[in-house]
């Protein structure tokens, strides 16, 4: 994992983690149209297969999937329970998704993440995510917990889950 300001790539992921900025950004291209990427997104039973690593089993306890709705999940693995919710600011199908996230271990921190959808043409759609936490050290603790690992893992199950939609 790098923090300066050179993106890494780690196969078709890009994250870039600025040194001493309090963002996270992400760029991921998938085989697949943006509305299957968009319903992947605010689909609770299709998000709940593809979220986080392979260790996690999530299940969601509220999801209203509008503009100003409110969603919540648990994600559990072998060590414990984590819970996660937020608001959704802004959903503008199959282009963009504005929304809240925190952490319930750590509820004084709450991100911004801006999530946007742009058509590549050929049935292939750029994901482009940009988290902003609340301090730098928020967002390196954040980063320090293995955001990276279950991002890769989560988008590799993503890719398998809309090639077999």
Not at 31 to 57: M, N, Q, Y
Not at 126 to 131: A, E, F, G, I, P
Request: charged share 25%.
């Amino acid at each position: 994992m790098t923090t300066s300001d050179t993106a890494a790539d780690y196969s078709t992921l890009k994250l870039d983690v600025p040194e001493g900025v309090q963002t996270v950004s992400i760029t991921r291209d998938f085989a697949a149209t943006p509305d299957k990427v968009f319903r992947a997104h605010v689909d609770p039973e299709l998000f709940v297969k593809w979220c986080g690593p392979d260790s996690i089993t999530n299940t969601i306890r509220e999801w209203d999937a509008r503009t100003g709705g409110r969603w919540s999940y648990i994600a559990s693995d072998d060590r414990g329970e984590y819970g996660f919710f937020g608001s959704f600011h802004e959903l503008r199908e199959n282009e963009r998704i504005v929304q809240t996230f925190t952490y319930e271990g750590f509820p004084d921190g709450v991100n911004l993440e801006i999530l946007t959808l742009t058509d590549l043409g050929d049935g292939r759609t750029r994901l482009t995510s940009t988290s902003i936490f609340d301090s730098v050290e928020s967002r390196d603790g954040m980063v320090a917990s293995g955001m990276e690992h279950g991002i890769v893992e989560g988008y590799n199950k993503l890719d398998t889950l809309l090639n077999e939609a």
